[in-house]
């Protein structure tokens, strides 16, 4: 009986030998395994993209009309009020800088008068067709501020002519395009136009305002008031 009993525990501990060996290597054939497996697929995940902010919208140029209205005051001599109508475009060189090209055509004379008498005065007003005609080109840059905003202000140094000339047709498409033909002639003159103004917009519509000095050089340089309102578009 006692032979027996080491020889059953030799037996148990070869068992139990035997049993961790061969877990030992399962569990190294399970870690062989996953590391062979490959890995597991990679979905691509869904990204919102978010659009550019364009920030100049409408700042790529400008077109527009305009009612003028030109004040002559050569040196020496009452001045004179003309009226007309005119229209220019502008191209934007940069978001604070346009090149502007405009024209307009005055046509009528505004007359002021006034009549004092023992118990006060009255000024009276009227506004005819006038037998001259000045003829203003101007070009030049046009520097501009709170361009991403309703409201716009702006400072202009333009330079360009004004022709004058005489008739006494009513005006129509046939005396401008007489005035324009006569570019160059005796009655035209070096004008220069330092300037500013502001303008108002709701989306691409807009109106503009702006008033400066048009300068005109005729034995002398004459200095003369000009404002110009009108409807305007950017785009």
């Not at 490959?38 to 691509?44: A, I, L, R």
């Not at 550019?52 to 919208?57: I, K, V």
């Not at 009612?67 to 050569?74: I, M, S, Y």
């Amino acid at each position: 009986m006692m032979r027996l009993l080491p020889s059953a525990g030799l037996s148990v501990a070869i068992a139990l030998a035997t049993a961790a060996s061969l877990s030992a290597q399962d569990s190294s054939s399970q870690s062989q395994v996953a590391q062979d497996a490959p890995p597991p697929p990679q979905y691509p995940t869904t990204q919102t993209v978010q659009p550019q902010a364009t920030g100049h919208a409408f700042n790529h140029g400008e077109v527009g009309a305009y009612g003028d209205f030109l004040r002559v005051a050569p040196s020496g001599n009452s001045g004179v009020n003309y009226v007309g109508v005119g229209g220019r475009v502008g191209v934007n060189a940069g978001t604070h800088v346009a090149i502007e090209a405009e024209m307009n055509y005055d046509f009528e004379r505004n007359y002021t008068t006034t009549t004092t008498t023992g118990t006060g005065g009255t000024v009276t007003t009227s506004t005819v067709t006038s037998k001259v005609r000045p003829l203003t080109g101007l070009f030049g840059p046009k520097f501009q501020f709170g361009t991403s905003g309703p409201v716009r202000a702006f400072v202009e140094g333009k330079v360009g002519f004004i022709n004058v000339t005489e008739t006494n047709n009513a005006p129509s498409t046939t005396t401008f395009t007489n005035s324009v033909a006569g570019v160059g002639g005796p009655g035209t003159h070096l004008a220069a136009f330092p300037g500013g103004g502001i303008e108002f917009f709701a989306g691409p519509f807009g109106l503009r305002a702006e008033v400066g000095d048009e300068i005109w050089v005729n034995n002398g340089a004459n200095n003369n008031l000009r404002v110009t309102f009108g409807p305007t578009i950017r785009f």
